[in-house]
Structures are given as C-alpha cells and as structure tokens.
C-alpha cells in the first residue's frame, strides 16, 4: 500500500508563489510507486483545499500518513502550521514548532548562535514607529551607524522588504518598507563580499548533519545583493561548488552544519553567507527552502550527486521515523 503524502503548499505569506512552485516540485517527483501525493491548497487568506474544496485542516489531512511541508514564509515556517499539525497529531517534514519559530527569527537567530563563534554582522534592532517619528529614528540611526548599511524585517524570508541603504534620504524609506512586513526590522552593517549558502540534511550518507557544497551566488549587475528579483528571476549565476578556498569551504560547511544543529532544526535546512575579507559572516537560516527548479537546494543536491526524488524519500522517511 503506497503512502498518503499531503503536500502543503501555497499559504498566507509574501512567499506564496513561491511556495506554489516547490509544492508542484514535490508533487511532481515524488515516486509515485511508493507514494500517494495528495495536493492541498491553502489560500492567501489561510483557507484549506482539498480537490478543489475547502475544508477545516483536519478534514484536509484526512487519511494521511505524512505532510510534506512546502510552505514558505509566515504560517508555514514560524511555528504555526507545526502547532496545528502537532494538535492534529499529523507527522511531517521539517523542524519543530519552537525550532522554526527561532530560525524565522532573524534577531533570536543571531543570538543562539552566538555561542558557536558564528560571525555576524554588527546590527541593532529597531522596533515599529509612527510614521511621524520614523524621521527622527533615520536621521539617529544616520549619524550613529556606518553606512552602507542593510535593513530587513526581524521575520520572513526570500528577501522580502529588504533594501540596502547608502545615503539619508533612502533610510527613511527602508524603514518604512521593512515595517510594512514586521514589527520590529533588523538595521545591519552592509558586509561587503561573496554570496554563499549551504544546505545540511540530517542522517544523510552515513553523517548524523551532512553539510552539500557551498553555492556561489553572483547576482546580476543591476542588484546590489541576492534579493527578490535575483532570486526568481534566473538572471544570477549560482555556481556549485562555488569558487571558494579549500578552508573557505570547510568554514562554509562546518558553520552551517553547527547552526543547524544549535538550532534544534529538523531534517534539512539551508544557511546563507558573506565570504568577505573580515571573514565568513552568517546571515540567516531557513528551516524550508525553496525546492523549486531553480532554488538552491535542489541544485546543491545534484552536485553530490543526489537526485531530487532520492532525498524527498529521505525526508519523509525521517519524518515518518520522528527523527
């Protein structure tokens, strides 16, 4: 009998599309002699579909063996749809509820891993102002902190209402944006380098947290670093392994592969980097990465040599298996 995979896709986030995508990447690869792929829908309000219908969370999951979680964002990455799918006593792929709640943090983020000697970027955390006085926090923010310098939402990913800043008048504007996303924003110090990340896959080719190659990610020309539109549009050049040292690549691989673990996270996860002069600088960790044709991960997959439907077995075999 063939197991009742539910794969989740869709959601009420910025990352809906993307989500859409992974989601049919899933459902397409799935090997189906072994697995029985049931797409569920959820709206951009949070509404659950199943063939087309709506219907309550538990009515959705019905007959289901497993969820394989490609959500993206909030809902499906910050410990929410994991509460639900713990109520409804459903296993599925990805961290935890507490562990993706931490690793959606970017500020909390940062925290836990400072006892792994992980760099970071010097940053401060600004919390939510009225439009009146977002002026005045600009212009103290201007004066006390080296420019350029980088503003982003405390939650969310995919490079959502994030702007690097260079001059006053675009500070202002920064906040602004990265308001619109979240309640408080990250404002960091604009590190200077090459784009990298790394993906780690739990009990994985004999290794209990197997770091793939470090990706090389050269946005094009016209962005100043890897945001929205570098990322889905195809025009950056994603080079695996990349064009790192020998000890620039360990570094990569072994920062990865303790933030993974220091987090508490759960089956895969994918960490993104600055190789600058200074240094490897971590940035943020990302519990469900895009799984799409063109995401990063899957393209790291296939330089170890590792087909795509091989590790979405693994996956949910290490969910089913609770491990």
């Known amino acids: 009998m063939r197991t009742v995979v539910a794969v989740l896709r869709g959601g009420p986030s910025s990352e809906y599309e993307v989500s859409l995508r992974s989601g049919a990447s899933v459902l397409q690869e799935l090997d189906k002699e072994k697995y029985a792929p049931e797409d569920i829908f959820i709206s951009r309000s949070g509404e659950w579909h199943r063939h087309g219908l709506p219907v309550t ?22 410990g929410t749809v994991q509460r639900l799918l713990d109520t409804l006593g459903v296993p599925y792929t990805g961290s935890g509820a507490f562990a993706s709640a931490l690793a959606f943090n970017k500020e909390r983020t940062k925290e836990a891993v400072a006892p792994f000697n992980v760099k ?13 006085a977002t002026g005045a926090k600009a212009l103290e923010l201007f004066r006390s902190f080296p420019m350029p310098a980088i503003v982003k939402p405390v939650v969310g990913g995919s490079s959502v209402g994030t702007t690097v800043v260079r001059d006053f008048p675009s500070l202002s504007e920064a906040l602004t944006l990265g308001f ?29 947290t197997y770091p793939l ?18 990322k889905y549009s ?6 695996c392994p990349g064009n790192f040292s020998s000890e620039e690549k360990q570094l990569l691989m072994n920062t990865a592969r303790a933030v993974h673990e220091g987090l508490g996270l759960s089956h895969y996860s994918r960490s993104d980097f600055i190789v600058s002069k200074r240094g490897v600088y971590f940035l943020e960790t990302n519990t469900l990465p895009g799984l799409t044709s063109q995401s ?13 439907s091989d590790f979405l077995d693994h996956v949910i075999t290490l969910a089913r298996r609770k491990v």
């Open 57 to 78: 969370p538990g009515r959705a999951l019905q007959g289901t063996d497993i969820v394989f979680n490609a959500l993206h964002g909030h809902y499906g990455e910050d």
């Open 296 to 308: 990063l991960l899957p393209k790291a997959l296939r330089a170890v040599g590792s087909k795509f």
């Open 234 to 239: 195809g025009a950056s050049a994603e080079i």
């Open 180 to 208: 619109a996303h979240a309640p408080k924003v990250l404002f960091e110090e604009f590190i200077r380098g090459r784009e990298a990340t790394v993906g780690v896959i739990d009990h994985f080719r004999g290794e209990k």
């Open 213 to 230: 190659l470090p990706v090389e990610i050269i946005p094009p020309p016209e962005s100043t670093f890897f945001d929205y539109g570098a």
């Open 120 to 132: 970071v970027a010097r940053h401060i955390t600004v919390k939510k102002l009225d439009p009146d």
